[in-house]
């Protein structure tokens, strides 16, 4: 217990000073301020922009950011499908596999493109080197700028006065990648490497067993994928069983430095608001509440899985904590921490099997995504999502104390809660139509291993995984399949797209207003009633959506199994 105490302590500590730190690194460096130790970069920065005809001085309005948005990711969408249709006759396949499912194919490139990372296949037994790096991998690194470059354009709203322009959309994907992701990617792959990380372009090894037999063990360029996957809160694995591959995830420190690479880059967009609004307690409140969602969810988590399963207690199977599909090596607490950690962001690595979870600690997980991943959510998308948060929050206050809301000097009209509630519930109501879809066709129902309430939770999860743009999965459910890939794809784009759309919109309109000075009469937005407020308006949203499907699901599993 006081190992475990220790480690909370040194993670918790890490991701503040962490997030601080690189925080205020990408205020400065998303704002143009790079620093002397950085300008030997800048003639390589001017050289993407000559080569892609781009004029960085110019400047964008909401729909011109939003149209380039679009396009840069249809394009990256068209090239991965592609990609993995021709992969059979391309180079750097060593192990000959074939071209990739038309299906299978589609909802991939939807999942890398949207930042979900949902796998419906087994990494090393369908996708090429070629195809990891070159698709996968490059996707990682543009979903997660696409996602900063969003909510850049948010916090210029909020910053800018009387002005339609948010910035430019390619200096702001440039920047991020460039500055941001590959020098910390590089970092973390380096440190993946040293502790047994594999990255090769060697064949799939063949050895024999200890029973004379013959094993096939794949290897690859895991390790650099590995890196981008959990900082860019992508988390595809290179392999099926994505973190909890001993090639992946070796040992209790790469386990430390992958769930802090979860974390690290939702912790510091937190506090590049607060920089780049020059207000900072701004920020810490709004990682105050964040941190207060994390760890509601995450002693939610563990006390269920140290109950134990009774069904196996009373089989005389296992006696204390639930280790049915957690690794040896990390046990209950790590594989706990991992699994809140990637379904409060969108991150959706696993190292253990969400399926084997305790019915209470899977709704966790469900509850986790539902809600928008808000604690800390994806990069930049999760401050976004908090963001519309805030503001139907601050519509509530407004309304009881009878005055107009606002939040950072701007006020809040129609057209700003209406995007919030749009951004707040489109992906909502796609995600339970999805999940009653599926619940109601023979197609839906066929792919299942499990009946009853656990059959639910499993179509559940997916569907939360899907329109969260999380990717994490209970496994139990075969998703490979011609139904799922369609309809869990349109779940992804929807809950990408109507989370980003919406902001950018919101940001054109907030730009365009004044800025108001504080008076005695504005409600306080860096004090703990803000905090308290804020953190309600999620649980009790969350509460009120899901409350029907999670009773007939995991709450009814867990009464049953304790019957």
């Known amino acids: 217990m006081i190992n475990l105490c220790i480690y909370s302590l040194f993670l918790g500590l890490s991701l503040v000073f962490g997030g601080i730190l690189i925080g205020r690194y990408m205020a400065n460096i998303l704002t143009g301020n790079k620093g002397k130790f950085l300008t030997w970069l800048t003639p390589f920065e001017n050289l993407l922009y000559r080569l892609a005809y781009i004029d960085a001085g110019q400047e964008m309005n909401w729909k011109t950011y939003t149209w380039a948005l679009l396009a840069f990711n249809g394009i990256g969408l068209v090239f991965l499908f592609a990609l993995q249709l021709v992969q059979g006759i391309l180079p750097l396949n060593p192990d000959h596999l074939k071209s990739v499912r038309w299906d299978t194919a589609l909802n991939t490139a939807v999942s890398f493109m949207t930042n979900t990372n949902w796998q419906s296949y087994s990494g090393e037994t369908t996708m090429s080197y070629l195809t990891q790096m070159l698709g996968l991998t490059v996707q990682n690194f543009l979903s997660a700028a696409t996602g900063i470059a969003a909510l850049l354009a948010v916090i210029r709203g909020f910053i800018r006065k009387n002005t339609q322009l948010l910035g430019n959309f390619w200096v702001d994907l440039t920047r991020t990648t460039l500055y941001v992701l590959l020098p910390l990617s590089i970092i973390l792959t380096v440190l993946l490497i040293s502790q047994g990380v594999v990255q090769t372009f060697q064949p799939a090894i063949s050895a024999e067993t200890l029973e004379g037999g013959r094993q096939t063990i794949a290897v690859g360029p895991a390790a650099s994928q590995i890196a981008i996957k959990q900082i860019g809160s992508n988390g595809g694995g290179f392999f099926n069983v994505n973190s909890a591959h001993p090639f992946e995830n070796p040992n209790l420190f790469t386990n430390f430095l992958e769930t802090f690479a979860i974390l690290w880059l939702p912790t510091a967009c937190v506090f590049m608001f607060g920089y780049m609004l020059k207000n900072q307690k701004q920020g810490n409140v709004i990682f105050a509440v964040m941190l207060m969602l994390f760890l509601i969810s995450l002693g939610a988590a563990l006390i269920a899985e140290n109950q134990g399963n009774p069904l196996s207690e009373r089989a005389g199977i296992a006696h204390g904590v639930n280790m049915e599909g957690k690794e040896m090596r990390f046990g209950v607490f790590h594989s706990v921490i991992w699994a809140v ?223």
């Open 341 to 563: 950690a990637t379904t409060a962001t969108s991150n959706g690595s696993v190292n253990s099997m969400h399926d084997s979870f305790m019915p209470l600690a899977g709704l966790v997980c469900m509850f986790n995504m539902g809600i928008g991943e808000v604690a800390f959510g994806g990069v930049g998308v999760g401050l976004i999502s908090m963001i519309f948060y805030i503001i139907l929050t601050m519509f509530l206050a407004g309304l009881m104390i009878g005055r107009t809301p606002e939040f950072l000097g701007k006020k809040l009209g129609p057209f700003e809660m209406v995007m919030a509630m749009i951004a707040l519930l489109a992906p909502i109501v796609a995600l339970l139509i999805i999940a009653g879809i599926a619940i109601a066709v023979p197609e839906g129902l066929a792919s299942l291993n499990n009946t009853g309430a656990h059959g639910l939770s499993e179509i559940l999860y997916a569907a939360s995984s899907a329109c969260g743009n999380n990717g994490s999965a209970f496994a139990g459910l075969n998703a490979d399949t011609r139904f799922y890939n369609i309809l869990l794809g349109i779940g992804m784009l929807v809950g990408r797209f109507a989370t980003i759309l919406p902001a950018l919109a919101l940001a054109g309109s907030l730009a365009e207003k004044k800025l108001i000075p504080t008076t005695q009469a504005t409600f306080p937005t860096t004090g703990a009633l803000f905090a308290i407020m804020v953190a309600a308006v999620v649980i009790i949203m969350g509460a009120l959506t899901f409350f029907p499907f999670y009773s007939l699901g995991p709450i009814l599993e867990h009464l049953v199994l304790y019957r």
